[in-house]
């Protein structure tokens, strides 16, 4: 199996890498990245521009395409480009999985993704959810982590207080909301991968716990 990767050099991403090369059960993994990865010898890695993902359809061939790309407002510094990571280049890259007739798409999307949020962010990862489940993938799996935990090097300051309030009130916080680690998250993926038999789910925070303990 070979399997196709964006964003994989973010939090759950490195996990992801990580996991996908040493899982025997793929024998190539591709990597499209704006910065270079360390190399493996199942590793393809290629320096792509995301804002021509179309013109990479040659080397993006694959079974499974995993995408855990993504910014944050304060990144991107408008709604605008925020828009343009999120949901144009996810599009794109889910338009090379449907040329490639890939057997299953999984994205990283967000807890209280929907399109009719007054939100700005869960309205975005509502609609890209909604735009690749209308693109007619053969198979896609969604991800809704909660708040992630996991070794960041940039500092986030609402994450940072966000896991402050979760350890006060983890008692009583459902598994649902509770913060999720990076590497369970991709595990959970993986898993999905080869294991999911709907042809479209969606798997909220608590279900990404158990399949990826
Ligand atoms: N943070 C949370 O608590 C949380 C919770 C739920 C869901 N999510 C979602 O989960 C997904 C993954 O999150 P994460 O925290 O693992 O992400 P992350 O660490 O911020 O990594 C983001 C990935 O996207 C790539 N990327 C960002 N901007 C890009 C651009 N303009 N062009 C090309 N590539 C770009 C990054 O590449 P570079 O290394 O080249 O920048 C990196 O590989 C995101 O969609 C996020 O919205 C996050």
Redesign the pocket.
Same mark, same amino acid.
């Given at each position: 199996m070979k399997a196709v990767i $964006?964003? =994989?050099? !973010? %939090? $759950? !991403?490195t996990e992801l890498i990580k996991d996908l090369l040493s899982d025997e059960r793929y024998n190539k993994v591709v990597a499209l990245? /704006?910065?270079p990865l360390s190399a493996h010898p199942k590793l393809e890695n290629h320096i792509v521009k995301?804002d021509v993902l179309e013109e990479y359809v040659e080397i993006s061939k694959g079974d499974h395409f995993y995408c =855990? %790309? !993504?910014?944050?407002i304060k990144? =991107?510094k408008s709604k605008e480009?925020f828009y343009t #990571?999120?949901y144009t280049?996810v599009y794109e890259f889910a338009k090379l999985a449907k040329l490639h007739l890939a057997e299953r798409f999984l994205l #990283? +999307? +967000?807890?209280g993704a929907n399109q009719k949020a007054n939100i700005f962010y869960p309205k975005v990862?509502g609609e890209i959810e909604e735009a690749i489940r209308s693109l007619g993938l053969v198979s896609t799996s969604v991800f /809704?982590? +909660? %708040?992630?935990l996991g070794d960041?090097k940039e500092f /986030?300051s609402g994450?940072e207080i966000g896991k402050k309030i979760a350890r006060f009130f983890s008692p009583i916080i459902p598994l649902k909301y509770k913060p999720i680690h =990076?590497e369970v998250v991709a595990r959970a993926m993986i898993n999905a991968a080869f294991k999911q038999v709907d042809k479209h789910k969606i798997y909220e925070s608590n279900e990404i716990q158990m399949l990826g303990k």
């Open positions: $964006i964003g =994989a050099t !973010g %939090l $759950i !991403g990245t /704006r910065k995301f =855990a %790309l !993504g910014t944050t990144q =991107a480009y #990571v999120d280049y #990283v +999307s +967000s807890q990862k /809704r982590p +909660s %708040l992630l960041r /986030r994450e =990076a």
